[in-house]
């Protein structure tokens, strides 16, 4: 819209990840399970297991973050919201994402617990699976949003990893209000099983309440939603409920459908894949840029393509190739 000072402002968690490459028998021994995302619930677990990791690497993450990281980069003007604590990886990750040129001006929360942290380990074969410690993010409170914000947003795009905790999912919703007043479009990505498993019922609703014009779903994640293992039946239902839907399929490309109209692309070869992480929130962001950017439904699939393969091609959530100009030599 003309009248809009933000492309995407986002509400998501406001996460440090710690990333450390491990050997494929590191899963089996702490029982985890490869490619997804479990909670930890304290601290002090949170402790126990990144002293049982190897040597990594500390970066700003956070899903809907990664996604702005992304969108900035190729130019978008962009907004945050998300509750760090007011310790030092919060203040590491508020610089981050700044530098990155994102408004991000939520106010930090004192005391405990800490800034969330995700615990990364990436097993020889690239797959990333998440340990969790959500900390002061699932304490984003409504007073915390920023009205102005949000309705000065094309788009205002929400985690569902975030709709977990109770405060954030009431911050959420008021959001969505504020939003629609504004009649700005809602981008939502379901994030994960595990969240579809806890909230389906939340996220049915908001789907058939016709709060959601853009959704992102992984394959996993678009059959959990729809109880169902036919993706094509899948895609039809929900298509049928949202303007815009979104699937990705790993190496087998992904798909839209928008108003009825369908559009599929193949993966972009990548040199390498050193580490999913983030591949999912950078595929969003060349997707939403592309849509923002007013570009037709299979451009803004391969924008996000193009997204998604640069940064599995490195170590860490965000970009660090040029992906304006990647996604230049790869469009016009």
Request: aromatic share 6%; hydrophobic share 45%; proline share 5%.
């Amino acid at each position: 819209m003309a009248d809009a000072r933000f492309d995407v402002v986002a509400i998501g968690n406001a996460i440090v990840d710690v990333i450390s490459r491990t050997p494929e028998s590191f899963i089996a021994e702490h029982g985890l399970t490869k490619g997804s995302m479990q909670l930890l619930f304290s601290a002090d677990a949170a402790d126990a297991l990144y002293a049982r990791m190897g040597p990594g690497i500390e970066t700003s993450g956070g899903s809907a973050a990664n996604t702005l990281a992304g969108l900035a980069a190729l130019g978008l003007s962009c907004g945050f919201i998300g509750q760090v604590a007011d310790d030092a990886f919060g203040r590491v990750f508020a610089h981050d994402l700044r530098a990155q040129g994102v408004t991000f001006d939520t106010p930090a929360r004192a005391g405990d617990p800490p800034t969330a942290r995700c615990l990364i380990v990436v097993t020889p074969d690239g797959q990333r699976t998440m340990n969790t410690f959500l900390g002061a993010s699932q304490f984003l409170p409504a007073a915390a949003l920023d009205p102005a914000l949000i309705a000065a947003a094309e788009i205002l795009y929400l985690e569902g990893y975030l709709w977990d905790p109770e405060e954030p999912r009431a911050a959420m919703r008021s959001a969505i209000r504020i939003a629609r007043d504004a009649r700005r479009r809602i981008a939502f990505t379901l994030s994960d099983v595990f969240c579809i498993d806890r909230h389906r019922g939340d996220f049915v609703r908001l789907i058939d309440d016709g709060q959601v014009d853009i959704l992102f779903a992984n394959e996993n994640e678009l059959l959990a939603l729809e109880q169902s293992d036919d993706l094509d039946r899948a895609v039809q239902s929900v298509a049928a409920r949202v303007p815009t839907l979104v699937v990705t399929r790993s190496e087998k490309g992904a798909l839209a459908v928008q108003n009825g109209v369908r559009a599929e692309v193949p993966a972009e070869p990548a040199v390498r894949v050193i580490d999913t992480t983030g591949a999912g929130d950078l595929f969003a962001a060349g997707f939403l840029a592309g849509q923002a950017r007013g570009r037709s439904l299979t451009d803004s699939l391969v924008m996000g393509a193009v997204c998604a393969a640069e940064v599995i091609d490195h170590i860490g959530p965000r970009p660090q190739a040029d992906i304006r100009q990647l996604v230049a030599q790869r469009l016009g």
